[in-house]
């Protein structure tokens, strides 16, 4: 049987203190970018981890590199949506005040 490791937390990282509105002036992607790259390093990792068995990959390997690959997914689908709703909502601020 294949050793599993286990999956470093991306959120760990992330403290509940952290500002999303740095100093008021604007917003902080830095934690979407920072916790975006913890994934990808993860499924990184989980490639090179099944690449490096060759033939003697399993299934749950398998399984564990679909999770962290849709993690990844809907994390980076979710940084996206929260990106373009701010440019819709700042558009629509910046085209009230010119009217």
Avoid: C, Y
């Avoid at 390997?61 to 999770?67: S, T």
């Amino acid at each position: 049987m294949s050793q599993l490791t286990p999956t470093p937390d991306p959120w760990a990282s992330i403290s509940p203190t952290t500002k999303w509105l740095a100093d008021r002036k604007g917003v902080s992607f830095a934690v979407l970018v920072d916790a975006l790259e913890t994934l990808t390093q993860i499924a990184k990792s989980k490639i090179a981890q099944i690449r490096s068995k060759q033939s003697a990959m399993s299934i749950a390997d398998m399984f564990d590199l679909q999770m962290a690959m849709n993690k990844l997914n809907q994390f980076s689908e979710m940084s996206t949506s929260v990106i373009s709703s701010m440019n819709s909502a700042i558009t629509s601020m910046a085209r009230n005040l010119k009217s």
